[in-house]
Antibody
């Protein structure tokens, strides 16, 4: 069965860096795009970044562009999120999620997230 | 302020039917992008509930149904059960923002 497991969260001071990992199993990671989605305490979901199946295309939310970098190592079945220049507003549970495209209209467009990990908490505080 | 607008809360008695709305704009739902729904039980990760407007993944009861019209979408839950108490999020893609977007979430309370 599809499993995603995040790790690497913790408490970090503002301005410092942290790298999250997401271990994938039960499917061929190299066949799927992957996302990071975050949820601040008591708040809703916010999309963070996406990476294509082969790592060649990456897109980011405005709130993290230039500070966060998404990457993957398909040989290790692992997705990463390098977070630099962290701010208090980056405090959240970070989820990795598998991408599924929407091919219902004859052509395929941006779609949805069919499997999610359990999340890892990042707290940015001095 | 979320790009997609949902009511903050809805409630219903066991066995009743509730509807959660999700309103977008011409750059997301109205542009033809699909609407997808997630259920987040307390303390857990979101789970895909409805994909591409009205499709249920395997294992999701047919008490849950989705629809889309124009720039809006709806999630209907019939035969409410206590275990349906959760937060529900709609999601689409926004071409102006070039990103995936969510509604602010709706907390369902089963009375």
């Amino acid at each position: 069965q599809v499993q995603l497991g995040e790790s690497g969260g913790g408490v970090v001071q503002p301005g410092r860096s942290l790298r999250l990992s997401c271990a994938a199993s039960g499917f061929t990671l190299s066949s799927y795009g992957m996302h990071w989605v975050r949820q601040a305490p008591g708040k809703g979901l916010e999309w963070v970044a996406v990476i294509s199946y082969d790592g060649t295309n990456k897109y980011y939310a405005d709130s993290v562009r230039g500070r966060f970098t998404i990457s993957r190592d398909n040989s290790k079945n692992t997705l990463y999120l390098q977070m630099n220049s962290l701010r208090a507003e980056d405090t959240a549970v970070y989820y990795c999620a598998r991408d599924r495209v929407d091919c219902s209209g004859g052509s395929c467009t941006r779609g949805y997230f069919d499997y999610w990990g359990q999340g890892t908490l990042v707290t940015v505080s001095s | 302020q979320s790009v997609l607008t949902q009511p903050p809360s809805v409630s219903g008695a066991p066995g009743q039917r509730v509807i959660i709305s999700c309103t977008g704009s011409s750059s997301n739902i109205g542009a033809g992008y699909g609407v997808h729904w997630y259920q987040q039980l307390p303390g857990t990760a979101p789970k895909l509930l409805i994909y591409v407007n009205s499709n249920r993944p395997s294992g999701v009861p047919d008490r849950f149904s989705g629809s889309k019209s124009g720039t809006s979408a709806s999630l209907a839950i019939t035969g409410l059960q206590a275990e349906d108490e959760a937060n529900y999020y709609c999601q689409s893609y926004d071409s102006s923002l070039s990103g995936w977007v969510f509604g602010g979430g709706t907390k369902l309370t089963v009375l």
